[in-house]
Every structure is written in structure tokens, then in C-alpha cells.
């Protein structure tokens, strides 16, 4: 039998198929609107946005509930000036407050039950202070992006820092109400490929409207692009911000 790969080498695999890019300039430039912030870092996975928001002067909470991920995090440069968490909005430290909350990388899709995505936006609501801002993406159903989403389009080989190669692809399902099924495939040195399954929930525009007022949240903006472009502009993107009434 093959040995899988370890939390180490998926960490960094998503690090190598995750480099900065201009989603992360246009998060780290929102939060960097309101200079020394308390910023909570919602979903912050292996902590790339996470340091370089504590790295421009924020004081930050990085929280993920995946244990590999995290140490990956906290052995990064800089990881010693973030307070990194393990759970879910569920684990944010009672009294903390914060003036902005983020989340990154679609992370709100990866938060499938709608119960659970309730309950997320009711604890980040509390969190913040009066006129605390939201922001995060989520991708535009619209735009179908799933169909971009087979083997042909998505393999990519990665040289990781333990020197394994890594070959990976994926392909994906479309459910009902609006979930897709995204099945990951990995083969590590050329063994049989191990397989990951999630469930991305895909919510249009006027569902997340619905779900941030619902929660408190005044929605400010929906842009569709990360250099601000309308929805339906052909970026696919739902960024949404908004902020809790002073």
C-alpha cells in the first residue's frame, strides 16, 4: 500500500496551486483602508493573507479548523505576531472585538450548510465593534465555474519542498440547490492517486444579501471583480462588503 501524503505535504501543495495574486492585493488593501486594525482572519487555511496583514501593522486572529494547515502557519516568518486558532467562527475568543473580519479564497463556499453559514455571520457579527466591517468572496453561480473544473483543465505537477512530486487534477459534480461536488485526485512520486471530496455551496448574489441582513450586516457593496467590476462582468466573483451599523 502507498503511503498517504501527510498534513506537511498538503499544506504545501496548496501553498504551490495558491501564490499571491490579486485577490490578495485587493483584501490586503481593504483592510489596510483603516491603518492598525484588529482583523480577524476567518478561514485563514496556511496563513498567506493572515502575515501579511500582521506584516503591514494589524493586530491579528487567524482561525482555521484544520490543524495541518495552522502548523503550517505558525512555522512560517512572522507567525509569532498572529494568534492562530483551531475551530470555526464558534472559536473566537468571547470579548474579543474586531474593526474588520475577512474571509479569503472562497472560504464562505467551503461553509456548505446553511446553518452553519447562519450561525458563522451571527458570531462574526458580534465580534465587531460598531461599524466594524466584512468582507469575503464566493463565486458567481452565474458564472458556472465548475464547468472549468475536469482533469484537462486542472492537472498540474508540483516539485514540494521535501522533494516529492506531486501530480494533481480534479473534477466536479453539480447537486442540487446550488452545492457542487469537487473531488481532488493527488499521486505522490507516481503511487495510485489518493482522493479528497468536499461540497462547495454556490449562493447567488441575492442569497448572500439576504443571509448578511438577516445576520445584522448592512451590505455595502457586491463587486464582481477584484478590480472592482460589476457583478456579471465576467470575473465570476461575489465580493461582498458590509459593515455593522455604528
Given at each position: 500500500m502507498f503511503p498517504r501524503m501527510t498534513g506537511a505535504q498538503l499544506s504545501a501543495l496548496y501553498d504551490a496551486n495558491n501564490e499571491?495574486?490579486?485577490?490578495?492585493?485587493?483584501?490586503?488593501?481593504?483592510?489596510?483602508?483603516?491603518?492598525?486594525?484588529?482583523?480577524?482572519?476567518?478561514?485563514?487555511?496556511?496563513?498567506?493573507?493572515?502575515?501579511?496583514?500582521?506584516?503591514?501593522?494589524?493586530?491579528?486572529?487567524g482561525i482555521d479548523p484544520n490543524?495541518?494547515?495552522?502548523?503550517?502557519?505558525?512555522?512560517?516568518?512572522?507567525?509569532?505576531?498572529?494568534?492562530?486558532?483551531?475551530?470555526?467562527?464558534?472559536?473566537?475568543?468571547?470579548?474579543?472585538?474586531?474593526?474588520?473580519?475577512?474571509?479569503?479564497?472562497?472560504?464562505?463556499q467551503a461553509i456548505n450548510d446553511d446553518g452553519d453559514w447562519s450561525r458563522t455571520l451571527a458570531d462574526v457579527h458580534r465580534s465587531l465593534v460598531p461599524g466594524g466591517r466584512l468582507v469575503f468572496d464566493s463565486r458567481d453561480p452565474a458564472a458556472r465555474a465548475w464547468e472549468h473544473w475536469t482533469p484537462a483543465r486542472t492537472r498540474r505537477v508540483h516539485t514540494l519542498p521535501d522533494s516529492s512530486l506531486v501530480e494533481a487534477w480534479a473534477?466536479?459534480?453539480?447537486?442540487?440547490?446550488?452545492?457542487v461536488t469537487l473531488t481532488e485526485y493527488r499521486a505522490v512520486n507516481?503511487?495510485?492517486?489518493?482522493?479528497?471530496?468536499?461540497?462547495?455551496?454556490?449562493?447567488?448574489?441575492?442569497?448572500?444579501?439576504?443571509?448578511?441582513?438577516?445576520?445584522?450586516?448592512?451590505?455595502?457593496?457586491?463587486?464582481?471583480?477584484?478590480?472592482?467590476?460589476?457583478?456579471?462582468?465576467?470575473?465570476g466573483e461575489l465580493i461582498v462588503v458590509a459593515h455593522k451599523a455604528a
Open positions: 499571491w495574486a490579486g485577490d490578495d492585493d485587493f483584501f490586503l488593501a481593504f483592510v489596510n483602508e483603516r491603518p492598525s486594525s484588529r482583523v480577524l482572519d476567518l478561514g485563514c487555511g496556511t496563513g498567506r493573507m493572515t502575515l501579511a496583514v500582521a506584516a503591514a501593522g494589524h493586530r491579528v486572529v490543524p495541518d494547515s495552522l502548523a503550517s502557519a505558525r512555522m512560517k516568518p512572522g507567525a509569532e505576531q498572529v494568534t492562530w486558532i483551531d475551530g470555526t467562527s464558534a472559536a473566537i475568543p468571547g470579548g474579543a472585538t474586531f474593526d474588520v473580519a475577512i474571509m479569503t479564497a472562497h472560504v464562505a473534477k466536479s459534480t453539480p447537486e442540487l440547490e446550488g452545492r507516481g503511487s495510485i492517486p489518493e482522493t479528497e471530496t468536499s461540497v462547495l455551496a454556490f449562493r447567488t448574489e441575492a442569497q448572500l444579501r439576504q443571509d448578511l441582513e438577516t445576520a445584522g450586516f448592512t451590505v455595502e457593496r457586491v463587486y464582481g471583480g477584484w478590480a472592482g467590476e460589476d457583478v456579471g462582468s465576467g470575473q
